[in-house]
């Protein structure tokens, strides 16, 4: 297998000797089209040693038809060879003809230089410039070391060289250039490579007309108004087939019916909630019925006295736990409260614990007597 030293340019072309011959003859007959009858030059695919050349010569035919007129190079490229830029840059500085550089979309890697080499440089509105430090690509074997320390020491080599003409070309220190980019791929908007030193002005009309730059790169200058209302429908109409009209006559529609569905769900939201506090009601009314009528049989069954009725009604939420706690009471009232049997010593007609109770104001002795009373009438 053949070896590749570091210095040397690798290529993804094929293997096969006649597809290299085939793109020979063709990057040959694209540069000749591009250059043909013109002082202006195209560079848009990758730049390596087969354009180079044919760039030479096409510089050096300018150079001697006219040492006055300038020569146009426009740039739409992503990078390529080191090799290939260097011997490029020679071209351009040793050409004693003007040359003017205009980046017409990207000017990217080794594409930046040859930008920034130019008699003037221009950059038009939306195009870029990248610029990264020197990246090699390569396929090795296994080598000595020596071998691979002289590659890299080559490698050092190339990587000076290009920080050099960047700083001379955009008058920029080294150490700010090595700050900027080392590591990483520094994307400039036209505005941006203006102020980085790599162009000189952004592309108009004016420009165009004063440099006689090539039209294709001219942005039309369209002398925009607002459209009217009218205007406006009947473009929407025409090139979509929108009814605008007959969309707002909907739009309105879909509206009003809207506004009524609110309409009727808030009234029925009114209607909603006065049943449920009549509801609420009902159902209150019925817990108070059922807790008077526990605490009326508590009563009755001698658990509670009358006096304590409010007392149970508000501190019992609810029926069935009113109901739990009666269940769980013992009758305040023996058969002597009730009056069946007799009292011979003459004492009180009230056992211990009514008596008490009389006594605390818990339950009034009329309240007692009354209540002994309806219990000998039931019985």
């Known amino acids: ?98 040359i003017y550089t205009v980046d017409i979309g990207e000017a990217d890697s080794a594409a ?25 690509s390569m396929f090795i074997d296994l080598q000595p070391t020596s071998a691979v320390r002289a590659q890299m020491k080559e490698f050092e080599i190339f990587n000076d060289r290009f920080f050099t003409e960047l700083s001379k070309l955009t008058k920029k220190e080294r150490s700010v250039l090595e700050k900027d980019i080392i590591g990483k ?22 420009i165009i007309e004063q440099y006689q730059l090539n039209k294709k790169v001219q942005i039309k200058k369209e002398n925009k108004t607002m459209m009217t209302k009218e205007e406006m429908i009947s473009a929407l109409k025409k090139d979509f087939d929108v009814d605008v009209e007959k969309l707002q006559i909907e739009l309105s529609n879909e509206k009003k019916k809207n506004e009524v569905l609110e309409k009727v769900g808030k009234e029925q939201k009114v209607l909603l909630d006065a049943a449920k506090a009549k509801l609420a009601n009902i159902e209150a009314d019925l817990e108070n019925k059922k807790k008077n009528e526990i605490i009326t049989r508590a009563i009755s069954e001698m658990k509670i006295y009358p006096s304590e009725k409010e007392t149970y009604l508000s501190n019992f939420k609810t029926a069935e736990d009113l109901e739990k706690f009666v269940n769980k009471l013992e009758p305040k009232l023996n058969n002597k409260a009730r009056g069946t049997t007799d009292n011979d010593d003459g004492g009180s007609q009230f056992d211990d614990a009514t008596q008490r109770a009389i006594d605390k104001g818990a339950i009034s002795k009329e309240d007692a007597e009354k209540f002994i009373l309806n219990k000998k009438e039931e019985e």
């Open 185 to 206: 791929d520094l994307y400039l908007s036209a505005k941006e490579a203006i102020e980085y030193g790599v162009v000189d002005e952004i592309v108009t009309p004016e």
């Open 1 to 98: 297998m053949k070896k590749f030293s570091l210095k040397q340019e690798i290529y993804h072309f094929q293997k096969d000797a006649k597809s290299v011959e085939r793109r020979e003859k063709k990057t040959n007959r694209r540069m000749k089209t591009k250059t043909m009858g013109k002082r202006e030059l195209f560079i848009t695919n990758e730049i390596t040693r087969e354009i180079t050349p044919y760039i030479q010569t096409f510089l050096k035919e300018c150079e001697e038809e006219s040492q006055i007129e300038a020569i146009k190079i426009y740039i739409n490229c992503f990078g390529g060879s080191l090799n290939a830029l260097f011997s490029i840059l020679d071209m351009i500085k040793n050409c004693k003809c003007p």
């Open 112 to 136: 930046a230089l040859i930008l920034a080499a130019g008699t003037k440089r221009f950059i038009t509105q939306n195009s870029r410039v990248m610029l990264h430090e020197v990246q090699i």
